[in-house]
């Protein structure tokens, strides 16, 4: 409904020993990354509300916790006992419905570091992304609302047979909010799309919620989206249901035809992800359509040089670069055409002429050849004193708990210095400024760098206005 956003995530997990699996059981308790450590459950809700990303580390099920080998070391140090297990985000294959009014994208109300209000520039709108981003794709912080009534189906193939009826979760769904009294339907497919044994039905209503979050609801209907006041920094509840193969009518002599998980939405339905356990089971995984590696550039007195690279591109259509004079109302100065579809890196630049003496703000508008598109984030470049550009580099990357950049620079001297670290999402995780005069071959050691989360980065490094975007990786 328009004034209720559970949040689903749902999971296959595909693992374990242990007696003949019951139909469908509540979670009764969870285990996430928020603060680096988050439990709470039905008998002790947290009174903590996440409200930012975080992955989910464990879930019990009777009587029985099961990590998700996100980060087993903080149950340990916790002291918790868990049944060990892998698990990993499901690739989407397909949104049948068409996005409208009431879908919406669901972030953590401080996901972008703002605090009750819009993110500047917009997070960006690719349903997709929020599906599988954070930690193995698990990110419970992340996610679309209200997707439209029709089908999302998911990639699943080679299930193992010794996974059937074995008592352990093998798909677990996750919901955050207050439920609508609408149902929603799962079923495995063949590659006929014939439904596999038979459908599961629950309704939310029925379920105990383990905790609450905090979260902002962005129109999935506009580019850029927008932020209403009627959907920023509110709470919704988190439940969660699990059940085995066998309620699904999942056998030895059919398992092997499963080709999709689909789940039949209701139009009030909302979904962080769907994943797998990687011990026992073997999934397509295909890749984000485009990776950008690094977005930059020198502005002159007469015009701006941009570059940007790409790791690898899948059905991509082309690069928009749009500008601005303020950062907020960016309009389209150019276009380049894209490889299409390359695992190979790939280089790009655009000259805009223009002769603004202040800051001058652009970004990349990224079209995949289905019409759908994605923003990078926003670079800052102001006319530089000097004829040279600084180059930068990041080292060791990856990177465990240190991290240090280095600068060269032909020309100029750079006079100041400024690090800022982000999510692929765009939401800022760091930033430092250093001041004072920085050698030709400066090292800038980021001082007090959080415990961060392993996975890719973008640093961005503004030199007296010069701006470089290298992506890093934490280990």
Known sequence: MLNRYPLLAAALLLAGTGAHAQAVNNVTEVVTSFGGYWQSSTTAKNTVKPNNSHDLLAFS??????????????????????????????????????????TKVGLGELYDNVANGASSPPPANDIPFYLRDGRNGLNLGTGAANVPNGSLDFSISDVVT?????????????????PAGS???????????????????????????????????????????SLTTGFRQTDRDLRL??????????TSANVGSIRKFR???????????????????????????????????????????????????????AFEVEASLNGRA???VGRVAAAGSSTQTRRYTFRHTTTQPGPRYYRLRQIDQDGTSTYSSVI?????RGPGAATVTAAPNPFHTQLALYVSSPG????????????????????????????????????????????????????????????????
């Open 263 to 317: 789940v039949l939405l209701s139009g009030n339905s909302d979904l962080a992800f769907v994943a797998y356990n990687a011990q026992t089971a073997t999934f397509s995984n295909p890749p984000l359509p485009v990776t950008l590696s690094s977005f930059g550039g020198q502005a002159t007195a007469t015009y701006s040089e941009l570059t940007w690279h790409t790791a690898q591109e899948v059905n991509s259509a």
């Open 412 to 475: 100029a001297v750079p006079a100041s210095a400024t690090v800022t670290l982000s999510t692929l999402a765009g939401r800022t995780v760091y930033t430092h400024d250093f001041s004072g005069s920085l050698s030709p071959a400066a090292v800038l050691a980021l001082p007090g760098l959080p415990a961060l989360p392993a996975g890719v980065y973008l640093a961005r490094v503004v030199l007296d206005g010069q701006v470089t975007v290298l992506k890093i990786e934490k280990k």
């Open 162 to 178: 010794s996974s059937l009826g074995d008592g352990t979760p093998d798909i677990l769904v996750t919901q955050i909010a207050d």
């Open 61 to 102: 099920l009777n009587g029985i916790r099961y990590s998700t080998g996100v980060d087993d070391a903080v149950l340990e140090s916790n002291k918790l006992t868990f049944t060990p297990a892998q698990f990993k985000a499901l690739p989407v294959l397909a949104i049948s419905g068409a996005i409208g009014n009431n």
């Open 183 to 225: 149902q929603d339907q799962y079923q495995f497919l063949d590659a006929n799309n014939q439904v596999i044994g038979n459908t599961v039905t629950v309704t939310f209503t029925s379920i105990t919620p383990v905790g609450s979050w905090t979260a902002d609801f962005y129109e999935a209907s506009q580019r850029p989206m």
């Open 241 to 250: 249901w699990a059940a085995d193969l066998s309620a699904f009518g999942i």
């Open 330 to 332: 960016f309009e389209v």
């Open 380 to 384: 800052t470049l102001t006319p530089r």
